[in-house]
């Protein structure tokens, strides 16, 4: 590219998230990584540039629409018009149903879904404005139902849906819409997984590569090489897709 499209990845700067941003990065965008933590995504923005890129580092809390607003507002003003967005932001407060809190419930579907919303929607008039856009949402498997996870399940499941709405809505614009669903992908969250569980992070990984038909649990970058493929130019007829990204299938 030569003039470098913006995109935006938020929770980036760690994990899935991370990995993504340095990938958009490779391709060429532009990229602003957006994350709750100031000083922790400014570091992956840092890295990008020192390799070459061309990346802004932006603290955003996107559940909470005045914070997606500035920030959306900054990434504009400082990088360009951003006419890529991934919703990988996210959070897991795992319990047993009736071990549960409102708060628990409330904050997952806050940062998955409320902050997909927020984020799309300041997004799209941009993308409108071009006449090209995408969005990736990151759904999960574990939107089958997933033990523990009520809360995260149900807002995976929903992320879904709505990707689909978005195909629906934003498609005559030159915008489309996908959600990718990993399996088990090794990250801090699963470590997180494993601990609640009671087992070590190792013997976690084991035991679910054992069950997964290529043998080895997934890498964050597995999941951004996905990412990749749909926010490219060659993907404009893929829209409204869950992609599983679990290394076989899941039923």
């Not at 890129?53 to 955003?60: D, M």
């Not at 959070?91 to 904050?107: A, Q, T």
């Not at 992908?185 to 590569?209: K, P």
């Amino acid at each position: 590219m030569t003039d470098a499209q913006v995109s935006i990845v938020t929770g980036a700067a760690r994990g899935i998230g991370a990995a993504t941003a340095h990938r958009l990065a490779a391709d060429g965008y532009a990229v602003a990584v957006l994350d709750l933590d100031q000083a922790a995504c400014t570091a992956v923005a840092d890295a990008i540039t020192q390799a070459g890129g061309r990346a802004l580092g932006v603290g955003c809390d996107v559940s909470d629409e005045s914070s997606v607003q500035a920030a959306v507002a900054r990434v504009a003003a400082d990088l360009g018009a951003p006419v890529v967005l991934v919703n990988n932001a996210g959070i897991i407060r795992d319990n047993l149903l009736f071990k549960m809190s409102v708060s628990d419930w409330d904050s997952v579907m806050g940062v998955h879904l409320r902050g997909a919303f927020l984020m799309s929607r300041a997004c799209q008039s941009y993308m409108r404005e071009a006449g090209f856009g995408r969005i990736v949402n990151l759904s999960s498997s574990s939107a089958q139902g997933n033990r523990g996870q009520a809360n995260y399940s149900a807002a995976k499941a929903g992320l879904q849906g709505f990707t689909k709405t978005l195909a629906i809505e934003l498609g005559k614009f030159g915008v489309t819409a996908n959600a990718v669903a990993p399996g088990f992908i090794q990250t801090d969250m699963t470590a997180a997984t494993a601990e609640r569980i009671g087992v070590s992070f190792e013997d976690f990984i084991t035991h679910s590569a054992a069950q997964i038909p290529v043998g080895r649990v997934g890498q964050p970058e597995d999941i951004a090489a996905t990412i990749s493929f749909l926010c490219s130019a060659e993907a404009g007829f893929v829209s409204g897709q869950v992609i599983y990204v679990a290394g076989g299938p899941l039923d």
